[in-house]
């Protein structure tokens, strides 16, 4: 049949899409933290400049959905994992924009979800963001959690040596920054965090924090310049890692501390093979109806050059 009766599956094509080219040697990048600390907003304003305050009704527009920003307030429970032009640039970067961490809402299917999701669709990563609702001064248990277990997925060593945290919901304009310098300085806020993580798991070396306000009110000059200086600063840190992608280790540890995580893990794996199975049957498929187009095609050009020779004669 002609191409054009064909009906294209786009989710398909998508999904192919993301894969060869979170395969081709581009900069990947894993954001985790808490629900509600930010992350897919962050994104979003990574990804196009546009702060969540100045697009704040239009989730369905975004490419990152926010939970601030869905009808009950919750976490989106699947991975989102999507190519984009950080800072409106022109190299494209791969964001991971992972499920939030607050344990006694996640479910093992959303688990389990993201865990065939990172090995299937995203087998390395370059830098992990660890976002961070300020202004905070103590570690949550559902942090600490989720930290660990990106620990034993790509090895603590491996994770640490690629790590930064992002303060998100610090206002940077000018009056605000001073008021805080009454109680907490923001530098002294990022210090005593980078401290906490320091101690908590042991590691030698402090870990970078930055300031990203993804709320940024981008009509105030001081707070669009800071997230630009910032947003760059990030960019820095993330070209620093571009040789230093880690994979994915052994996930028997996290498969083995939840009850019935590996069962659901392994539901998920089934679906997701099958899922791949029908794709290549599908592409099969378009492959070959395009060949019987072009066939068509070039028969329709033959008997054409036939009836001019004829009409020629």
């Known amino acids: ?31 985790l933290g808490e629900t509600g600390s930010g992350k897919s907003a962050l994104c979003n304003a990574l990804a196009h400049q546009v702060s969540s ?46 499920v939030g961490s607050n344990s006694s809402e996640i479910s093992n299917a959303a688990v389990a979800n993201m865990l065939v999701s990172l090995k299937y669709d995203c087998k390395s990563v370059n830098l992990f963001v660890i976002v961070v609702k300020a ?3 103590r570690m949550d248990a559902a942090l600490v959690e989720s930290i660990e277990m990106f620990e034993s997925l790509f090895g603590k060593d491996n994770f640490w040596s690629n790590v930064v945290v992002i303060f998100t919901c610090l206002q940077q304009s000018r009056d605000q920054i001073e008021r805080r310098k009454a109680s ?19 590691r030698r070396e402090s870990v970078p924090v930055i300031i990203l306000d993804s709320h940024y009110d981008g009509d105030k000059d001081d707070e669009r310049k800071s997230f630009i200086a910032e947003a ?82």
Request: charge should be positive; avoid cysteine.
């Open 232 to 313: 760059g600063n990030f960019f820095r840190i993330l070209q620093s890692t571009k040789d230093k992608a880690v994979s994915l280790e052994d996930l028997s540890p996290v498969l083995d501390k939840y009850d019935g995580l590996k069962e659901e893990y392994e539901k998920k794996l089934r679906e997701k093979e099958e899922e791949l199975k029908n794709a290549k049957i599908k592409a099969k498929k378009y492959k070959n109806a395009a060949n019987i187009g072009v066939a068509v095609g070039a028969g329709t050009a033959g008997l054409g050059a036939v009836a001019a020779a004829v009409a020629l004669k």
């Open 1 to 31: 049949p002609p191409l054009f009766f064909l009906r294209v599956d786009w989710s398909l094509i998508r999904a192919a899409v993301v894969r060869v080219m979170t395969e081709a040697g581009i900069p990947k990048v894993l954001f």
């Open 184 to 202: 907490i300085p923001d530098d002294k806020s990022m210090t005593e965090f980078s401290h906490l993580l320091k101690t908590k798991f042991k």
């Open 135 to 137: 202004p905070v001064t």
């Open 53 to 98: 305050l100045q697009s704040r009704n239009r989730n369905d527009m975004k490419p990152f959905p926010e939970s601030a920003l869905s009808q009950d307030n919750i976490g989106n429970d699947e991975v989102v994992i999507k190519n984009v032009q950080l800072l409106g640039g022109s190299e494209p970067v791969t964001f991971i924009d992972t």
